[in-house]
């Protein structure tokens, strides 16, 4: 037995070694998209990050980070996350070692301990070299120290079962609720492990059998919902209760309460544990003792109260235990408003006879009073919606997505009669069984089970998926099964064939899955464990945080169910024994045995590790870093950067607070510019920025009012921005809207008066361009967020001091209708006060000297090469959204300058970037072919006329060679598709006449098909 321990401690040590390793060479020395940059930057200033928090990862993360220059931040976060996920793959070794053993070692089987060795490596490295998780660890996020965690309390629920004795079981118990409140502290989801390990206690006190396994489920579930909502939520609402009065009543700080409350309760609980012993047999005195360690754990939620009053970019600042509340439970998200189990449908209507409820107040801390006051009194706040547009288990309720339900499953619904002001409308709800269809179609499938499928059957492309045949499909490389979801093979193209994320493993290791679960059933207890934590972390998940179509419309979420994938890898493990014992029929030879396994290992984890590695080596991606940096260096000195989602901001914010670049760029994030904290830095130098002016009154956007303002039309008139602010920050502007009194903004034609003296280097413009003294402007909207007055508001103080300008991006939606003023500048737009003179001129404005020196001279991009470096479908597509489409204006307005070497110049530049064979030609690099006629390039222009037109004829093929699943958004994608198409092939007829026939003559046949393809694949009426 010794020597076992030793094979097995010299195993895992080699493992992990091994593992940090290969992790080790993938990662790169800079920052990657989505919250990577954030993290960093939170960690190295110790700063909160966006709700619910990660405390305790920031402070481990804070404290390495304290031994390495800024210059190595990214880097050694980055290799923070591979060494957690080394560790994950150690415990789930150990996991899956202690199983098999306990399982092997009651059928007296000989080489027990070679078996349960491979077992336990197979698993793990099936789970190392699995996509998703080899991905969550190369780049600096929180998921690796969660899910290290989490197969920690596993480990000990497992340990926990095997014990022989009450104390040993004690102590194991108390380590569980420790590691359980550290685990909130990094991912509070990894509370749902209480529910298996309720289930494992009654099992072992009772035994398995139906009436146990309802007793324990049940007791696991309510243990989940008295530690969230009871011990975490109720707990923080009463020291916040206590908080309010200690400090509005008896004068205290703001804390004192909540803190005085805390330490109330650890001495009660130290009381219970000291005297309580002598009674109910100790079970009072261990269960005040894993209270108190929970409660200890989770104490790492203090971080944020230190930082509060920090001058930063990226914190979220926490100063009381109401804003420890709604950060816990991600209130700015709406998390608490998703129904789970009963509520209201999409297109629900209010109730008649009470269309609104009140409200529990609202209070905020005021740190001008020094006092809690009511931000929101809660009258007729909250919506009360007819019970005749409610359903039990409500899937499709978000009245945004509500076309985009109707494309994930066909709605035809039952007609709903309802009054509304005496006159009866009809409705159509979404029936029961459309309800789980959804479900089902989009959420099981979809968002569950492609993303376990991708892992263990095979991945088409990592392209974004929004349910297009295209983009993001599991595929196993089995042409006979494949082909009737993605389409033969022969009719892919070869960008999609040659995609270094397209990873086929044919089936192998799902099989092995399957084998490992089958495996498993002969321990009744391990196989329950094990499979519902898969269920928990799967399909669990998908239930309880309900997910709309358009949470995928950011990113891929694939990370969210790692812990289901993990417990995945533990059967896939388990195969081993399984197939051991099968061999074992035919013969004992153990070289026999050995060889299986080596062709097991070949075909599992060598396969993934081998077809992983060339889309898992992000060494050599700075992408993300460049794509910041040139938004940075496209502004002018001090000016304001208005940015929107996060990864138009986290690469800047990364940049300025821990590389110390351009630091006189205020940058603000559009989509934060309603979070009280954030607007009252406004007015605080950051760095080299000097404060921004804004003069809103902070009873309008403190914690707790309404985040939104109504729209009520009462002038045609243009409203001055400087009247409007003055409108909304008076009492008694006020309306009754609704039931409640309420801001409103009367007109949605908008003016704003300039200095243009403050724009001295804009009057030797062109003779097409006038200089304004006030700009106007429609922007109409039922009601306006809080962000976009803000916005507003901030115009309104600085455009005549300092530069106002807004990342050209994918969307404009955040521009709030200043479109038409703002001049292109390369990777920004600046808000000038110039319009067009002549009506027949190109109505949008590029400051060429600036865009060609960003974009084209000092160029911050590299060139797509995917021969050196994988290039991941973000990089593509903001490439191809953003960059190229910068380009092309650029080009554009250089040829109306009849600069045409530099033209040449800025279109030979995108193309040397961003060629054909990394990022196939589309619309927008269409239109660069039309200005290569424009400027003599004949040969070049075809080129890339017959590139873009050949790319898009080829989907078009590929995707109407079948019915494809998800036919409503296919037929929608063909039709859209297929119109540009045909608009693309009208623009070329002007230049290559004969080129534009041959492809008229293909869509003229094309048409008869597409046509019965379209009425197949679509179920609504036209």
């Known amino acids: 037995m010794h020597l076992l321990k030793n094979i097995k401690f010299v195993t895992e040590s080699f493992l992990f070694l091994v593992v940090f390793g290969i992790y080790c060479l993938g990662i790169s020395d800079s920052i990657n998209f989505w919250d990577s940059p954030e993290f960093i930057t939170s960690n190295f200033t110790f700063q909160a990050t966006h709700a619910p928090g990660a405390p305790l990862y920031t402070i481990f993360s804070g404290m390495v980070l304290a031994f390495f220059s800024a210059e190595n931040a990214a880097l050694i976060s980055n290799a923070i996350s591979a060494f957690f996920g080394a560790i994950t793959v150690v415990m789930v070794f150990k996991i899956t070692y202690f199983i098999c053993f306990q399982i092997l070692q009651k059928q007296l089987i000989r080489h027990v301990e070679l078996y349960t060795i491979l077992s336990g490596l197979l698993a793990s490295l099936s789970l190392a070299f699995s996509t998703s998780f ?107 209760q206590i908080d309010i009065y200690a400090v509005n009543s008896l004068g205290f700080h703001v804390n004192f309460g909540a803190l005085a409350f805390f330490m109330f309760v650890l001495v009660v609980l130290a009381l219970i544990y000291k005297f309580s012993y002598p009674y109910a047999k100790g079970i009072l005195k261990h269960f005040s003792l894993f209270l108190a360690l929970f409660l200890l ?181 089995i ?93 896939i493990g388990l195969s081993i024994p399984f197939l051991m014992l099968l061999v074992k029929k035919v013969t004992s030879k153990l070289k026999v045995h050995v060889i299986v396994c080596l062709i097991v290992f070949a075909l599992v984890p060598f396969q993934l590790m081998a077809k992983g590695w060339d889309n898992h080596h992000n060494s050599g991606d700075d992408f993300a870093y460049r794509f910041g940096k040139s938004y940075l260096d496209a502004c002018p000195e001090q000016a304001i950067l208005i940015t929107n989602g996060d990864n138009m901001t986290f690469p800047l914010w990364y940049l300025q607070q821990v590389e110390d670049y351009r630091t006189d760029v205020r940058v603000l994030n559009f989509n934060q510019l309603n979070i009280e904290s954030h607007i009252s830095n406004l007015k605080r130098p950051q760095q080299a920025s000097l404060p921004v002016e804004f003069d809103l009154d902070k009873d309008l956007y403190q914690d707790g009012v309404e985040r939104f303002i109504y729209y009520y039309n009462q002038s045609d008139k243009p409203l001055e921005i400087g009247n409007l602010t003055q409108f909304l920050n008076s009492d008694k502007t006020l309306a009754i809207i609704n039931g409640r009194k309420r801001h409103y903004v009367p007109s949605n034609l908008f003016k704003l008066k300039i200095d243009s003296s403050a724009f001295p280097s804009l009057t030797s413009k062109s003779y097409d361009v006038q200089l304004m003294s006030s700009l106007i402007w429609k922007y109409p909207k039922k009601y306006y967020g809080l962000n976009e007055m803000v916005l507003y508001n901030i115009i309104e103080n600085n455009i005549n001091n300092r530069p106002i300008c807004f990342a050209n991006t994918e969307d404009d939606k955040f521009k709030v209708g200043l479109s038409p003023y703002l001049m292109n500048k390369g990777m920004v737009s600046q808000l000038v006060p110039l319009q067009r003179i002549a009506k027949n001129k190109n109505p949008r404005l590029v400051d060429t000297k600036n865009a060609y020196e960003n974009l084209v001279k000092n160029t911050a991009f590299k060139p797509f090469d995917s021969e050196s470096i994988h290039v991941k479908s973000e990089n593509k597509s903001y490439a191809r959204e953003i960059l190229r489409k910068n380009y092309f204006y650029l080009a554009q307005a250089l040829i109306e300058e009849n600069q045409i070497e530099k033209a040449k110049k800025t279109i030979e530049t995108c193309l040397e970037l961003f060629p054909n064979e990394e990022l196939p030609f589309n619309r927008l690099a269409f239109g660069l072919g039309t200005l290569c006629f ?89």
């Open 134 to 240: 080899w991905t969550a660890s190369i780049e600096t996020e929180v998921y690796t120290m969660s899910f290290a965690l989490f197969t920690v309390l596993v480990y000990t629920i497992l340990l926990w079962h095997r014990a022989e004795t009450t104390k040993t079981e004690t102590k194991l118990m108390a380590i569980f609720f420790l590691v359980l409140g550290l685990s909130v502290g990094v991912h509070i989801i990894l509370l749902a492990t209480v529910v298996p390990f309720a289930l494992v206690v009654v099992v072992k006190k009772y035994q398995l059998n139906i009436k146990t396994f309802v007793i324990g489920l049940g007791l696991g579930l309510l243990c989940f919902v008295i530690l969230q909502n009871i011990w975490i939520g109720g707990m923080i609402s009463i020291a916040a």
């Open 297 to 477: 754990g989770t104490s790492s939620y203090v971080m944020p109260f230190l930082t509060a009053d920090s001058n930063t970019l990226v914190a979220e600042q926490i100063n009381s235990p109401l804003r420890l509340k709604d950060y816990i439970k991600a209130q700015r998200f709406g998390i608490a408003e998703i129904p789970v189990v009963y509520g209201s449908v999409y297109n629900a209507q209010l109730d008649n006879e009470t269309p609104y409820l009140d409200a529990d107040p609202v209070y905020t801390y005021d740190t001008e009073k020094k006092k809690y006051i009511i931000s929101d009194d809660g009258h007729l706040k909250d919506a009360n919606y007819s019970a005749k547009f409610k359903m039990l288990f409500p899937r499709m309720f978000d009245a945004k997505d509500k076309e985009k339900y109707k494309t994930w499953t066909t709605i035809k619904g039952e007609t709903i009669k309802h009054k509304i002001n005496d006159s009866l409308w009809t409705y159509t709800k979404p029936t029961f069984s459309e309800n789980l269809s959804f479900f089902y179609n989009y959420q099981v499938y979809w968002l569950n089970l492609r993303y376990l499928y991708w892992n263990f059957i095979g991945r088409q492309n990592d392209l974004h998926g929004l349910g297009v045949m295209t983009n993001g499909n599991w595929m196993s490389g």
């Open 479 to 571: 042409n006979a099964i494949d082909r009737h979801r993605v389409g033969e093979s022969q009719a892919i193209p070869e960008y999609y064939k040659s995609n270094k994320s397209a990873d086929f493993y044919y089936f192998i290791p799902f099989l092995m899955g399957l084998i490992g679960f089958l495996f498993l059933l002969k321990h009744k207890t391990y196989a329950w464990l094990i499979g519902l934590l898969f269920l928990i972390f799967g399909l669990g998940i998908t239930i309880y945080v309900n997910p709309v179509p358009r949470s995928i419309s950011i990113r891929e979420r694939d990370y969210i169910f790692i812990g289901s994938f993990i417990m995945f890898t533990i059967w």
């Open 934 to 1022: 424009r400027i003599g390039d004949t040969e070049k222009g075809n080129e890339i006329y017959r590139a873009a037109m050949h790319n898009m004829w080829e989907e078009l093929q590929w995707i109407t060679s079948i019915n494809p699943q998800n036919p409503i958004i296919n037929a929608t994608y063909v039709k859209e598709n297929l119109l540009m198409y045909q608009k693309m092939n009208k623009v070329m007829a002007k230049f290559n006449k004969e080129l534009a026939i041959t492809h008229q003559k293909n869509i003229d046949d094309f048409i008869a098909f597409y046509t019965r393809w379209y009425a197949e694949n679509w179920p609504y009426e036209e």
